[in-house]
């Protein structure tokens, strides 16, 4: 006789609900409390004593002209870096995913290589390059102040050839899974190659595209990093970042930061309204390997010269941070190249205290994060794939809200949090929220920052291991007397261990040379982590710009090897990563 399994099943019912709890909660108090935070501090009568409500620092951004050209800039910014991405990324993902070349491998491998540097770094690369005294000018034989009357041009550039691989990986990705047999049969019916295009391959990866351009017009939109190296501080980022000083007693800054959140939620939905849509189901699995069209003589030449050119434009800041790196300070100075090499400025990098610390710090601050991910990740994508709590869909949607949410905005949330801990001065936890007023540690608001925006990577790419796995395997292992948690731990991790390992990879990596939260968040220099360093070093007279290039490159290769390994782990499904 079958033992009863009607208790179990409850039991089951209930833990999944309480784990379901857990985590809803977790997201609450560390993703939309500081959101609501911010939004709330805007709307403060009196900022100081935390009373009353009032629109009128909200309608003051709006009639302060200083202000609303910063916003306006900031939007022209993110507008110009996406379609400057998307011309970038779009042709070089449709040759990828239709015609096969010499060397495809290569290049479909190096035009990744942006990503491993933040766009702010990048800006001390093209400084040495482009700036008055920089290698093009001496080149050249010319004095052109590029960077000086070029300010916007310059932002864009850095910042569009940074972050096209995000959505070329999307694009590659949607192109992947369409039906070869859809081209086909409009060949036959006549469709010149334009027509194909316009009328069937567009329409139908448009979703995958919207979804990486979303991501760019949103970094893009609320960049701090890049405009403060090009000393262009008419945009919102800089002048919320400049307001920090004045958090504690005037709503302004809020109020910059919820026009901020507004706009860029608002620029998202207009655009998921309009070129968004929803994706079209295949009736087939692609094909898309056995349908390239292999390219001979001239035709491959230009497809190669096309990948070759946009990845020596994006190697560009690469480059000239790494020849500053090499660089002994006032050894570059009008030249094509630097006219003397250390390897100094690495191990400064390597020992000096201050950069140090700042390694360590990030470290530590980053492995904190990948290991909170790693944990909850697996709660929610089991959580998602193997249950059918109600509720998933919102848990869902709360995960993957660190990517429509401007990161300054967050680090902005986490400020205010740091003035005012939601348990007040009473309470188990008041005497911890008396410290934190006294004397503010940004660790714990850094780690859950820092674990916070990087969510969505271990989640989804947790939830594409799951998906892959069958559930039959974990239901076997509780037949034979396994327990749920031994049966996960036994059977499914194994299984699912390159995902875990690919998502963490992300998580640590981006956490490590995460901008906006390091910027804001650590004042002190003994909080620094690796970007508030470098932007430091990089104020700093001297050989400060120069530490910093061999910080950055040390960055770098840290990134170079985790994003390389995520690819190998995951392929093409690297790409619904940077999905919103």
């Known amino acids: 006789m079958l033992p009863d399994m009607g208790p179990l099943r409850q039991l089951r019912k ?18 939309v409390y500081p959101i609501f935070l911010t939004v709330r501090g805007g709307f403060y009568a009196d900022v100081a004593r935390r009373e009353g409500f009032t629109l009128e620092h909200i309608l003051l951004v709006f009639q302060d002209p200083r202000l609303l ?6 939007l022209k910014l993110a507008a110009m870096t996406t379609i400057t991405a998307i011309a970038i990324a779009l042709p070089l993902a449709i040759i990828g995913a239709r015609y096969k070349f010499p060397g495809k491998g290569f290049f479909s491998a190096i035009v990744l290589v942006p990503l491993i540097l933040p766009p702010f770094v990048g800006a001390i690369g093209m400084r040495a390059l482009l700036g008055r005294e920089g290698a093009l000018n001496a080149f050249l034989g010319t004095e052109f102040d ?42 036959n019916l006549g469709a010149g190659p334009w027509k194909r295009l316009t009328s069937i391959t567009l329409p139908l990866v448009r979703p995958g595209v919207f979804a990486g351009a979303t991501i760019v017009f949103i970094w893009a939109f609320t960049e701090l990093g890049t405009p403060l190296m090009f000393d262009y501080r008419e945009v919102t ?12 007693n005037s709503a302004r800054p809020y109020a910059l930061t919820v026009v901020m959140l507004a706009t860029a939620i608002t620029a998202y939905l207009i655009g998921k309204v309009l070129f968004g849509g929803k994706g079209y189901a295949m009736y087939s699995k692609a094909a898309r390997a056995a349908s390239e069209t292999p390219l001979t003589g001239g035709k491959a030449l230009l497809a190669m010269g096309a990948f070759g050119l946009v990845s020596f434009l994006a190697l560009l800041p690469h480059i000239g941070v790494i020849l500053t790196a090499l660089t002994p300070a006032g050894q570059w100075y009008k030249t094509v190249l630097p006219s003397a090499f250390t390897g100094d400025n690495f191990k400064e990098a390597l020992t000096a205290t201050d ?29 998602l794939v ?35 801990w939601p348990f007040g001065d009473s309470g188990p936890l008041g005497n911890f929220a008396s410290v934190m007023a006294a004397e503010p540690s940004p660790v714990p608001f850094l780690i859950a920052a820092y674990a916070v925006r990087r969510l969505p990577y ?9 998906e892959q796995t069958s559930g039959e395997l974990e239901e076997a292992a509780v037949n034979l007397g396994a327990s749920r948690v031994t049966a996960v731990r036994r059977v499914i991790l194994p299984l699912i261990v390159a995902n875990l390992i690919a998502g963490g990879l992300l998580v640590f990596s981006f956490s490590m040379l995460e901008v906006s939260d390091s910027l804001i968040l650590a004042q002190r220099a003994e909080d620094y982590p690796v ?13 400060g710009p120069f530490i910093a290039s061999a910080l950055g490159v040390w960055g770098m290769a840290l990134l170079t090897v985790t994003i390389f390994a995520a690819s190998i782990l995951l392929g093409k499904k690297l790409g619904s990563i940077f999905r919103v």
């Open 14 to 31: 209930l833990t999944n609900y309480a784990l379901l709890s857990m985590c809803i909660a977790f997201l609450l108090v560390f993703l």
């Open 69 to 74: 050209t910063g916003l306006l800039n900031s």
């Open 146 to 187: 590029i960077l000086g009357n070029a300010k916007v041009a310059g932002v864009v550039l850095v910042q569009a050839f940074s972050l096209y691989p995000i959505i070329y990986l999307n694009a590659t990705a949607a192109l992947a899974n369409l039906d070869p047999a859809l081209d086909e049969a409009a060949e």
């Open 237 to 248: 980022s800089v002048q919320v970042f400049n307001g920090l000083k004045e958090v504690e």
């Open 355 to 383: 950069s140090f610390t700042a390694i360590t710090n990030s470290l530590m601050l980053a492995g904190a994060a990948m290991t909170v991910d790693i944990v909850f990740g697996i709660l929610v994508a089991y959580l």
């Open 386 to 420: 193997r249950t059918t709590v109600k509720g998933r869909a919102f848990l869902d949607a709360l995960c993957m809200l660190p990517l429509a949410v401007p990161g300054l905005v967050m680090a902005f949330g986490y400020v205010a949090m740091s003035l005012r």
């Open 458 to 466: 271990i989640v989804r790419s947790t939830v594409a291991g799951l």
């Open 531 to 543: 970007t508030k360093a470098i932007m430091a070093f990089s104020e700093r007279l001297g050989d």
